[in-house]
């Protein structure tokens, strides 16, 4: 974001800022206990008590976020819970043809992608 837009946005509240950063927390904790635990990574995402208080998070805060910077976080962590619950279950009903073990590989890595994107992009705005 250059100094021109960031001048026309107004500043999000601390509080905001919080809570995104706890969503991200929220889905990093959830793909660790999908790494280290009995669950998949991508079950453990999409299904787990942390992911989904995440996303409820998402929604309860959102509006507080509108017109700032972290609104697109917002979005973003929404984004990428649904499309992994879609593409979860494209994944999972495709098994039966073997096509959906690669679905749920390639679904695993953008996961773990989107997360680490999103929460290093939020670290660099919240100390720009």
Do not use: C
Not at 44 to 64: E, G, T, W
Not at 72 to 91: D, E, K, M, N, P
């Amino acid at each position: 974001m250059s100094t021109i837009e960031s001048q026309n946005t107004p500043v999000p509240l601390p509080s905001v800022i919080a809570v995104a950063n706890i969503v991200y927390a929220l889905h990093a904790f959830a793909i660790l206990v999908g790494i280290v635990g009995a669950a998949t990574i991508v079950g453990s995402f999409v299904a787990s008590f942390p992911s989904l208080l995440a996303v409820i998070l998402n929604y309860v805060k959102r509006s507080d976020a509108r017109g700032t910077w972290v609104y697109s976080h917002y979005r973003w962590q929404i984004r990428t819970f649904w499309f992994a619950l879609l593409w979860a279950i494209v994944g999972w009903l495709s098994l039966i043809v073997l096509i959906g073990i690669p679905i749920l590989i390639v679904l695993t890595a953008w996961l773990i992608y989107r997360i680490s994107r999103g929460w290093l992009r939020d670290r660099r705005q919240m100390y720009s």
